[in-house]
């Protein structure tokens, strides 16, 4: 990579940070509507933290930069986590916030699409080495 020309990896790296905050918020959000959903109760929050688990552990298998899932898979994923977010929001009667996430959600992804430098130039925001090099951790 040439560093003598200006770079998007500052923005990058925030837009990445932006993104995993959408997530955050994705979990959070079908937490809560579990949670008034199903009574809001100690066995309402034990529901909850089961559904969010699961809700991980799919991220993490199919959604997640690290996941062996087709693109496809990724994004459907993606996709149905939040709008489980968004829909739970609105069904319990937080319509505001559920379309702040869902624009949030949007904006968000749209920027970090944006600020993606080229495949050949692409590299780790955080440790500065190139995607495909295996120490980038």
């Given at each position: 990579m040439?560093?003598?020309?200006?770079?998007?990896?500052?923005?990058?790296?925030?837009?990445?940070?932006?993104v995993?905050?959408?997530e955050?918020?994705a979990?959070a959000?079908?937490?809560?509507?579990?949670?008034?959903?199903?009574?809001?109760?100690?066995?309402a929050?034990?529901?909850?933290?089961v559904v969010?688990?699961?809700?991980l552990?799919?991220?993490?298998?199919?959604?997640?930069?690290?996941?062996?899932?087709?693109?496809a898979v990724?994004?459907?994923t993606?996709?149905v986590?939040?709008?489980?977010?968004?829909?739970?929001?609105?069904?319990t009667?937080?319509?505001?916030?559920?379309?702040?996430?869902?624009?949030f959600?949007?904006?968000?992804?749209?920027?970090?699409?944006?600020?993606?430098?080229?495949p050949?130039?692409?590299?780790?925001?955080?440790t500065?080495?190139p995607?495909?090099?295996?120490r980038?951790?």
């Amino acid at each position: 990579m040439d560093r003598t020309r200006p770079t998007l990896q500052p923005l990058r790296a925030m837009g990445l940070l932006f993104v995993m905050l959408a997530e955050l918020f994705a979990w959070a959000a079908i937490g809560y509507a579990v949670y008034r959903i199903a009574g809001s109760d100690w066995t309402a929050a034990a529901i909850a933290a089961v559904v969010v688990l699961l809700v991980l552990v799919a991220w993490g298998k199919l959604a997640s930069p690290r996941a062996t899932a087709s693109p496809a898979v990724s994004l459907a994923t993606k996709l149905v986590v939040y709008a489980a977010a968004v829909l739970g929001l609105a069904l319990t009667g937080h319509a505001w916030w559920a379309l702040a996430l869902a624009a949030f959600v949007v904006v968000v992804h749209l920027a970090e699409r944006f600020t993606r430098s080229s495949p050949e130039d692409e590299v780790n925001p955080l440790t500065d080495r190139p995607e495909n090099d295996p120490r980038r951790f």
